[in-house]
């Protein structure tokens, strides 16, 4: 089993719905969780973070983690065609380190 | 601040030659993370450092990988000898003490031919 799996998709969605965005976790000692967006060819760039069971919301893009099931969601409303990238869930390894494992990411078409 | 700067961006290079990559973080930052990625993998931990110390390496595939980070403001990644299966896009990330966001670099693409 992979550390941190998401679904690779590609996920389609229209112009202005909502695009769900999942990702699962193995090791249940984990502290942080980040969600970084990559455009082709480019590098990852840090979109939210999340430490606490429950909702972070920021802008159209809201983050839930649910520990006891080891779950990352991000959820993005009013999807555009600019959020068309590959999503990479990332989870800090262990409290006190600065390690991030992250998964293979799920590529995201938001289509006009 | 520029930002995380790699160097190359992009290397060719024959089986068996050695590969130097190399990185300069954020000044100011004190963690330092090497990537690998590709399609088939995704992006995976190579090596951290945490005030220039090596703290995880668990990630380099095999001895003709080595990282070293002879201060704060540089690191490289060298493969000796290089192999095919080692083409791939290397990211240098840097963090800094206390904060959430690690920057990364713009990438080296690495093709081993």
């Known amino acids: 089993q992979k550390e941190v799996e998401q679904n690779s998709g590609p996920l389609s969605v229209p112009e202005g719905a909502i695009a769900s965005l999942n990702c699962t976790y193995s090791d249940r000692g984990s502290q942080s969780f980040f969600w970084y967006r990559q455009y082709s060819g480019k590098s990852p760039e840090l979109i939210m973070f999340i430490y606490s069971n429950g909702d972070k919301e920021d802008g159209r893009f809201t983050a839930q983690l649910n520990k006891a099931s080891q779950y990352v969601s991000l959820l993005i409303r009013d999807s555009q065609p600019s959020d068309s990238a590959t999503y990479l869930c990332?989870?800090?390894?262990?409290?006190?380190?600065?390690?991030?494992?992250f998964g293979t990411g799920t590529r995201l078409q938001v289509f006009p | 601040d520029a930002g995380v700067i790699q160097s190359p961006r992009h290397e060719v290079t024959e089986m068996g030659q050695e590969v130097t990559l190399r990185c300069k973080p954020i000044s100011g930052h004190n963690s330092l993370f090497w990537y690998r990625q590709t399609m088939m993998r995704g992006l995976e931990l190579l090596i951290y450092?945490?005030?220039?110390?090596?703290?995880?390496d668990s990630g380099m595939p095999e001895d003709r990988f080595s990282a070293k980070m002879p201060n704060a403001s540089f690191s490289t990644l060298k493969i000796q000898p290089s192999e095919p299966r080692d083409s791939a896009v290397y990211f240098c990330a840097s963090l800094g003490y206390g904060r959430t966001e690690a920057f990364f670099g713009q990438g080296t693409r690495l093709t081993v031919v």
């Open positions: 990332a989870v800090g390894a262990l409290r006190g380190t600065d390690k991030l494992i």
């Open positions: 450092f945490n005030n220039n110390v090596p703290i995880d």
